[in-house]
């Protein structure tokens, strides 16, 4: 059964059982406190104490924290970074991928999620946390972190009522309640057939 126009239907199942992706998004290096710094780390190490993957978009701020906190706790971390040129990632990415699309790469970093975590943030954290909603993906707010984070904890981000953004009090909470609901987009496949009877 395909999906939308063009796209074949999944692949045949496996005993293979993927890792769970998780996208951690919040401000960037030039408004990131040192709290919010402190907490994405610690987001960061509960992922990697749980064996998920971390995914960021791969520069400063948050993004690094959240790397910074896996790494140092033996986990993987996946970079996707909008620049041609894989210098520009933090230290702390296993996995670089430059996508040379500018901050359009955050719809990349959104699909290749199962669920997301905001921390802190401004205009491009809510277009992240827009992108994930609109693909039905378990978003987890840490409210206390500031910016967009306190002001999406607890809402829906539209009148579609896709999901609720699920309010979560510390890193701990956060990573367990993203866990716990990570769908692996099934959620967002409603959406893409909608989109698809547009085309």
Do not use: W
């Amino acid at each position: 059964m395909a999906l939308f126009r063009g796209v074949a239907s999944r692949t045949a199942q496996s005993n293979y059982k993927r890792l769970i992706q998780v996208l951690v998004i919040g401000s960037d290096g030039d408004h990131c406190p040192e709290a919010t710094y402190d907490a994405a780390k610690e987001v960061g190490a509960q992922i990697a104490a749980r064996s998920a993957i971390t995914v960021t978009g791969g520069l400063g701020g948050v993004m690094e924290a959240a790397g910074r906190g896996a790494k140092e706790k033996g986990g993987m971390v996946v970079g996707i970074i909008p620049n041609e040129d894989m210098s520009y990632a933090n230290p702390y990415c296993d996995i670089i991928i430059p996508t040379g699309i500018g901050f359009a790469r955050n719809f990349i970093t959104a699909y290749a999620a199962d669920a997301a975590i905001v921390v802190g943030g401004g205009a491009g954290t809510l277009i992240e946390a827009c992108v994930a909603y609109q693909k039905g993906k378990p978003i987890v707010a840490l409210v206390g972190s500031g910016g967009t984070a306190d002001k999406i904890a607890d809402t829906f981000l539209d009148d579609r009522k896709t999901v609720k953004v699920i309010s979560a009090s510390n890193p701990k909470d956060a990573v367990e309640q993203a866990l716990d609901h990570a769908t692996n987009g099934k959620k967002g496949v409603k959406y893409f057939q909608s989109v698809a009877r547009m085309l």
